[in-house]
């Protein structure tokens, strides 16, 4: 059964770091283009970051460019997002989600996900 796990969410002030990680269990997720999204209350989803499958490529949404890094180890089966210079807009919970394809920041080009993981940015 093919399965993602979020890990890493919490209590973080302005200008502090998290680090997000993605497991996969069910499937080698180096297969996968893997992508971040985020959903704040009353907000739609927001894509937020992606790493592709075959070559790596990663995507950025305009918001995070610069503060945030996506990576893959899959020795560990696992995909992290790095944030840093958090901001409280910034205040949401962060899914993960894998798709077959090579895409980009689109929901609806991914077919699983997990159940995500709360970030929370205040002082």
């Known amino acids: 059964q093919l399965q993602l796990v979020e890990s890493g969410g919490g209590l973080v002030q302005p200008g502090g770091s998290l680090r997000l990680s993605c497991a996969a269990s069910g499937f080698n997720l180096d297969h996968y283009t893997i992508g971040w999204f985020r959903q704040a209350p009353g907000k739609e989803r927001e894509g937020v970051s992606c790493?592709?499958?075959?070559?790596?490529?990663?995507y950025y949404s305009d918001s995070v460019k610069g503060r945030f890094t996506i990576s893959r180890d899959n020795t560990k089966n696992t995909v992290y997002l790095e944030m840093n210079s958090l901001k409280p807009e910034d205040t949401a919970v962060y899914y993960c989600?894998?798709?077959?394809?090579?895409?980009?920041?689109?929901?609806?080009?991914?077919?699983?996900w997990g159940q995500g993981t709360q970030v929370t940015v205040s002082s």
């Open positions: 989600s894998a798709s077959g394809k090579r895409v980009k920041l689109f929901s609806y080009e991914y077919d699983y």
């Open positions: 790493i592709t499958n075959r070559d790596s490529s990663t």
